[in-house]
Nanobody
Framework: QVKLVESGGGLVQPGGSLGLSCAAS????????MQWFRQAPEKERELVAS???????NYADSVKGRFIISRDSDKNTVHLQMNRLKPDDTAIYYC??????????WGQGIQVTVSP
């Protein structure tokens, strides 16, 4: 079992920046990829960004050039730096990890609201 604890989030004005963090309880050796998803009201959950143990990153087209995903050297914590935020970025953001044996774990979700 991997427990994920998310932090950050909150309310920010359009054009502003916000950071999210997610700390995983399990050691780095069992985690293969760490990801951020988001779900806006009445919309499906979508992948925002991912980063592998090797540091390979992937982003949704809607956030490319604005969001940056990174992983601490201990590989247990993933961050999402969100810049030039738009109202469309408003959603609940979820941390997600996939282990080397393809078990998937989710965080509890954290609200991000972009509004004047």
């Amino acid at each position: 079992q991997v427990k994920l604890v998310e932090s950050g989030g909150g309310l920010v004005q359009p054009g502003g920046s916000l950071g999210l963090s997610c700390a995983a309880s399990r050691g780095a050796s069992s985690i293969r990829v760490m990801q951020w998803f988001r779900q806006a009201p009445e919309k499906e959950r979508e992948l925002v960004a991912s980063i592998t143990t090797a540091g390979i990153t992937n982003y949704a087209d809607s956030v490319k050039g604005r969001f940056i995903i990174s992983r601490d050297s201990d590989k247990n914590t993933v961050h999402l730096q969100m810049n030039r935020l738009k109202p469309d970025d408003t959603a609940i953001y979820y941390c997600n990890v996939r282990t080397v044996i393809d078990f998937v774990f989710w965080g509890q979700g954290i609200q991000v609201t972009v509004s004047p």
